[in-house]
């Protein structure tokens, strides 16, 4: 099993749309959890932390559910400017190495 | 905050050929420093981390290696470069274990 999984994707969605992604991870000893987008070519940038209680920030959802090991990104009143790919980055504990990336969803948002 | 420099940009080189990639980090000291690769389509590869100067953990056995010479300088290098080697290597930053990391703009690598 990977240690972090995500869902398969492509997501292929209109203008407007709500998208979910999910996220699961197999260490139960994780301490944080990210979002990141990443364009075409381009590196991957920090969309947002996600914390225990859960975060918004502007369109965006993050939620973490510890007992079940997965985190989830909700994305409302989708842009064409959302299109990208999103990966699921979970910190483990102690050592600098321990930062794990899922291998991303692909997000195209449709005129 | 912290600014990561990464180049070349770009280049293309023949099997058999040294590779050297630099990064530098500003804004920040004492930082994590790693380098990652990302072959086509697929998801980001531990190379190299370093904690301090003179300090490389190696995650990959392969033809790569890294150095650490100043605090915020990071090299990812090759005497002999494989097909294999293509892809866009990221350097990248981050502040203890707890923090976020931060990338450089990425090196694209072809080798022919």
């Known amino acids: 099993r990977k240690e972090v999984e995500q869902d398969p994707g492509p997501f292929n969605v209109p203008e407007g749309a709500t998208v979910a992604f999910n996220c699961t991870y197999s260490?139960?000893?994780?301490?944080?959890f990210f979002w990141y987008r990443q364009d075409c070519r381009k590196e991957p940038k920090l969309l947002m932390s996600v914390y225990s209680s859960g975060n918004e920030d502007g369109r965006f959802t993050a939620q973490l559910n510890r007992a079940s090991q997965y985190i989830s990104l909700l994305i409302r009143d989708s842009k064409l400017s959302d299109s990208a790919t999103y990966l699921c980055v979970v910190n483990g504990a102690g050592s600098a190495r321990q930062l794990t990336f899922g291998s991303g969803t692909q997000l195209t948002v449709l005129p | 905050s912290q600014t990561i420099h990464q180049w070349p940009a770009t280049l293309v080189q023949p099997v058999g050929s040294p590779l050297s990639l630099e990064c530098t980090v500003e804004?920040?000291?004492?930082?994590?420093l790693y380098w990652y690769r990302q072959a086509a389509g697929r998801g980001l590869q531990l190379l190299f981390y370093?904690?301090?100067?003179?300090?490389i953990s190696s995650e990959v056995p392969q033809n790569l290696s890294a150095s650490r010479p100043q605090d915020r300088q990071f090299i990812l290098s090759s005497k002999k470069l494989l097909l294999s080697d293509s892809g866009f290597y990221l350097c990248?930053?981050?502040?203890?274990?707890?923090?976020?990391?931060?990338f450089g703009e990425g090196s694209w690598l072809t080798v022919v």
């Open positions: 260490n139960s000893a994780s301490q944080s």
């Open positions: 804004g920040t000291s004492n930082p994590n």
């Open positions: 990248a930053s981050r502040l203890g274990s707890g923090n976020t990391i931060y």
């Open positions: 370093s904690v301090g100067i003179g300090q």
